[in-house]
Nanobody, 117 residues
Framework: QVQLVESGGGLVQPGGSLRLSCAAS????????MSWYRQAPGKKRELVAH????????NYADSVKGRFIISRDNSKNMVYLQMNSLKPEDTAMYYC??????????WGSGTQVTVSS
């Protein structure tokens, strides 16, 4: 079955960095567009970053442009989110998302990122 397992979250001070990872299995990873979403308490889940199946195109939420970088390694079935210059408002649960060619979306269970001094 499809599995998306996030890791790399934690507590970091403002201005710090974290790298999130998502390990995918159970589907043809190289054919799927991948995204990172986040959801803060009391807020709607929002798209943070998106990368196409071959990694040739990325896009970002305005709030993270210039600070976050999404990447993928199709040989390892992995997608990453490098987060730099973190701010308290980046605090949220971060979710990995796969959009397969069939149109089916799958979600991981999330990893918590807390930015606080």
């Amino acid at each position: 079955q499809v599995q998306l397992v996030e890791s790399g979250g934690g507590l970091v001070q403002p201005g710090g960095s974290l790298r999130l990872s998502c390990a995918a299995s159970g589907f043809t990873f190289s054919s799927a567009a991948m995204s990172w979403y986040r959801q803060a308490p009391g807020k709607k889940r929002e798209l943070v970053a998106h990368i196409t199946s071959n990694g040739g195109s990325t896009n970002y939420a305005d709030s993270v442009k210039g600070r976050f970088i999404i990447s993928r390694d199709n040989s390892k079935n992995m997608v990453y989110l490098q987060m730099n210059s973190l701010k308290p408002e980046d605090t949220a649960m971060y979710y990995c998302n796969a959009l397969r060619v069939s149109g089916v979306r799958s979600w991981g269970s999330g990893t918590q990122v807390t930015v606080s001094s």
